[in-house]
């Protein structure tokens, strides 16, 4: 596992806090922020996200919409890959190329989703310079009511790539 630096850290912190996140939602992502998005807690080993289940959340048949449980679950892996391109000249590009969700049960309440695989991006960054090409990275996110029901389970493939100086 590597060593996060100054910059990553201080990335990590605003992600951490809730005043700080919320206003990131709101001026990047105002759907995230009108969803009621959080990250509940982010560490080098994992990150959990949640979403409630409220109104606007809500599909016809009275559970959480699978959008956006999908953005929610999306943020539980995109937090380790916005930290590990932090900071490096030529700059990392970080995009989404594949993605695969599974339903078991309808979300009728909170939904936490829980990426245990954070260090990896920190060696797809690695990998992405070292070799100057793009470099492919799945993880893999569960989401859970506060009961512990698994309603759902997406894996994300992202790309990273260093960008020509």
Partial sequence: MFAINS???KLKRKLSSTFKFRLYLLFNLPI?????M????????????????KWIN??????????????????????????????HQPSIALIIVDMKGKFHKRATGRVFFTCMHQGQAQDAVA??????????L????????????????????WSFKQRQS
């Fill in 7 to 9: 910059k990553q850290q």
């Fill in 127 to 136: 990998r992405a310079i070292a070799s100057k090409k793009a470099q492919k």
């Fill in 38 to 53: 959080k990250i509940i807690d982010l560490t080098e080993k994992h990150c959990i996200t949640g979403v409630p289940f």
């Fill in 138 to 157: 799945s993880l893999k996110t569960i989401g859970k009511m506060s009961d512990g029901t698994v309603v759902s389970e997406f894996t994300f493939t």
């Fill in 58 to 87: 809500k599909n016809p048949f009275k559970s959480i919409y699978f959008a956006v449980q999908s953005m929610t679950a999306e943020l539980s892996t995109a937090t380790a890959c916005m930290v590990a391109i932090q900071d």
């Fill in 32 to 36: 995230g922020w009108l969803a009621g």
